[in-house]
DNA sequence: GTCTATAACCCGATAGAC
DNA sequence: GTCTATCGGGTTATAGAC
């Protein structure tokens, strides 16, 4: 792995474990291991370098999704496995959490494949959802779109729940009463 | 207003704002008014204050929710009036947003404030929802604890989702999912 | 309680040699 | 591409007079 890769590997574990405002070019280039020449040698400000490491931690997280929403199981039990999917809530999402940060917060750039990445997310829950309708898992009078925007609240809101009480309890019960309701249906 | 005061008051708006890391005691100082050493007489470092003002944001927010929830209207339309309140959803939470900042995640004593306001609308939705079984609004095989996270992960996750994309399409969008989901069971 | 001055360190970035 | 040296400014305090 070169020096470009291995910054935006240091600067995307920091992302995740510090937030951008919070982490400095100083400690992406002691966790790497890159000099200080070289590191501005490959992206000329923090800003830049963050930018490289947003959209490789948003990279990371679609392709497991794709995996269990477009599986072979019926559409309800891949809406199943998206909420019952393993996490550790404690450590917050790589991506959602950078949305709690001013600076990324203000700068469309560094918003932008964050959006992408939930985006992607959305249509297909969207699909699957459109797939548990004529399934009949789904009663036709819910919204997909909409249904597909709960179901990625309460992922989100679940990791800053989680968080405040420094238990996964919240993030489990909110996973749990999102299928409660799903499932009263059929 | 004294100095005190109007140092919490100055630090509350700037945690909103720019979270607590991304805040400095200059610009508490700039803003409140208030000088270099009245500030470390009342405040001998930046956390006290902080934890302070993290106080003042979670004891505001209180207020508004118990109005809500404990109005004379039925369960349900409690409910609804919790999740379809006034938001500004792109500002983010004054509360939810500071458990995604580490150096306050990583601080039992600024976190504490907050689990415990989080723990307070949560035993008054617990409530509420109990009310709403009795009234035969939501059936009797729903978990109250489960359904009031649901809820607070609505709104919570809502802001992630909406500042994301710059848009509180999705924070209104999961809102109304959550509320077609409760009224399906009517 | 509030003021001004100062400290020691870190920040994000630049310069220029190799 | 990588190195070392350096910059101007900001950070979180501390000291001590008023």
Redesign the interface.
């Known amino acids: 792995m070169d020096s470009r890769d291995r910054l935006i590997e240091a600067m995307s574990d920091l992302l995740w474990?510090?937030?951008y405002?919070?982490t400095s070019p100083r400690e992406v280039r002691e966790r790497s291991g890159v000099g200080q020449g070289s590191m501005y040698h490959h992206f000329p400000s923090k800003r830049d370098l963050g930018i490289a490491a947003i959209k490789h931690n948003c990279d990371a997280l679609l392709p497991p999704t794709r995996d269990v929403l477009l599986g072979s199981e019926s559409p309800m039990e891949r809406l199943t496995a998206y909420l019952s999917r393993e996490h550790e809530p404690l450590l917050?999402c790589k991506v959602?959490?950078l949305?709690?940060?001013?600076?990324v917060?203000n700068d469309?750039e560094m918003?932008a494949p964050?959006?992408e990445a939930?985006?992607q997310v959305?249509s297909m829950l969207v699909k699957v959802i459109g797939e548990a309708v004529e399934h009949k898992e789904i009663?036709d009078?819910?919204?997909p779109?909409?249904?597909a925007?709960?179901l990625?609240?309460?992922?989100?809101?679940?990791?800053?729940?989680a968080?405040?009480?420094?238990d996964r309890g919240?993030?489990d019960?909110?996973r749990?009463?999102?299928l409660?309701?799903?499932n009263?249906?059929l």
């Open positions: 474990e510090r937030g405002s919070a917050g959602g959490r949305t709690q940060d001013p600076e917060a469309s918003l964050i959006n939930f985006a959305h009663p009078h819910l919204d779109d909409r249904l925007d709960l990625m609240v309460t992922i989100q809101g679940g990791y800053v729940l968080i405040a009480a420094q919240p993030f019960r909110a749990l009463a999102a409660d309701l799903l009263a249906h």
